[in-house]
């Protein structure tokens, strides 16, 4: 048997790179999975894929910086499969890239709303439906960025976000582990998604030569970007009984990249 057969899972951003590979990998192993994602074509061919391996999924199309709509995606895939037992809070965006004095409170806004808030909603409409099951697993994405490292000079906003989903994680894990679930961040360094498509770069950032990716020789095992399947390889492990004593912890996945 499968070891997450009959087990129920949300991935939040589950349309695209970290959640998608994440998603597919999630079933390759037996669960069902409720796709979230605001991009509601993404969400549905990363539905079509799973159902393609002979998975079983939904694709909701959700913004999980609004509380009504990230709520409504939860109870939907709780009314589809009665149950609840794992859940990946991983949408994000990189937002804008410049430096403080020139970020705009509506640029700050909105990655803390997608990153730090969607995160906190998520997790929160969650709990009701993992405590009813007798635990489960809760898995956030967090960054390299925000944790061992701000080297992305201009991401302020981002490795606000980042850091704060961490502070969250380890909050949620005192508080949620007598209900036996568990709560974890996925730090990864650099990955080949489609997240630069959402990077807004100021003239201001430009000018001051802030990059806005590392250059592949920044990660020493691989000297390129990862990949969302070996992504995927950390979350199923962290989403299985294969993780059962670890909650509250920061979990790296960058190739060394945040020890240089
Ligand atoms: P991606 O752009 O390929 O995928 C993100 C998905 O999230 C997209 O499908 C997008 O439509 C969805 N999304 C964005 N905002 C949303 C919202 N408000 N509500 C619902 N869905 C939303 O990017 P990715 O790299 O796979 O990013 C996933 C997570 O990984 C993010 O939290 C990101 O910060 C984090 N991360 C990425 C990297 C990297 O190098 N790619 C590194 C560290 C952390």
């Known amino acids: 048997m499968e070891e997450l057969e009959g087990k129920v899972a949300i991935v939040t951003g589950g349309g695209s790179g970290i959640g998608k590979g994440a998603a597919l990998k999630l079933a390759e192993h037996g669960a069902k999975i409720a796709i979230v994602d605001r991009d509601s074509q993404r969400a549905e061919r990363a539905r079509e894929e799973i159902e393609r391996m002979g998975g079983e999924a939904l694709a909701l199309e959700a913004d999980v910086a609004s509380e009504a709509s990230v709520r409504s995606a939860i109870e939907q895939a709780v009314l589809r499969w009665g149950r609840l037992d794992v859940v990946f809070a991983n949408a994000g965006i990189n937002g804008t890239w410049t430096p403080i004095e020139h970020l705009t409170e509506e640029d700050w806004d909105s990655t803390i709303n997608i990153n730090l808030k969607g995160t906190f909603l998520t997790l929160k409409h969650a709990i009701p439906h993992l405590k009813r099951q007798g635990g489960g697993s809760?898995?956030?994405?967090?960054?390299?960025?925000?944790?061992?490292?701000?080297?992305?000079?201009?991401?302020?906003?981002?490795?606000?976000?980042?850091?704060?989903?961490?502070?969250?994680?380890?909050?949620?894990?005192?508080?949620?582990?007598?209900?036996?679930?568990?709560?974890?961040?996925?730090?990864?360094?650099?990955?080949?998604?489609?997240?630069?498509?959402?990077?807004?770069?100021?003239?201001?950032?430009?000018?001051?030569?802030?990059?806005?990716?590392?250059?592949?020789?920044?990660?020493?095992?691989?000297?390129?970007?990862?990949?969302?399947?070996?992504?995927?390889?950390?979350?199923l492990f962290l989403a299985s009984p294969r993780s059962s004593l670890i909650t509250g912890t920061k979990v790296y996945i960058d190739g060394a990249e945040s020890l240089l």
């Open 138 to 235: 809760v898995i956030f994405t967090s960054s390299v960025n925000g944790n061992r490292i701000f080297s992305n000079i201009g991401a302020s906003a981002y490795s606000t976000s980042k850091a704060g989903q961490t502070a969250l994680m380890q909050m949620a894990a005192l508080e949620l582990a007598e209900h036996r679930i568990r709560v974890n961040a996925i730090c990864p360094g650099a990955i080949r998604t489609n997240i630069g498509e959402n990077t807004n770069r100021t003239p201001e950032a430009e000018e001051a030569q802030i990059p806005v990716e590392y250059p592949d020789g920044a990660i020493p095992l691989t000297h390129g970007p990862g990949t969302p399947e070996q992504v995927a390889e950390l979350v």
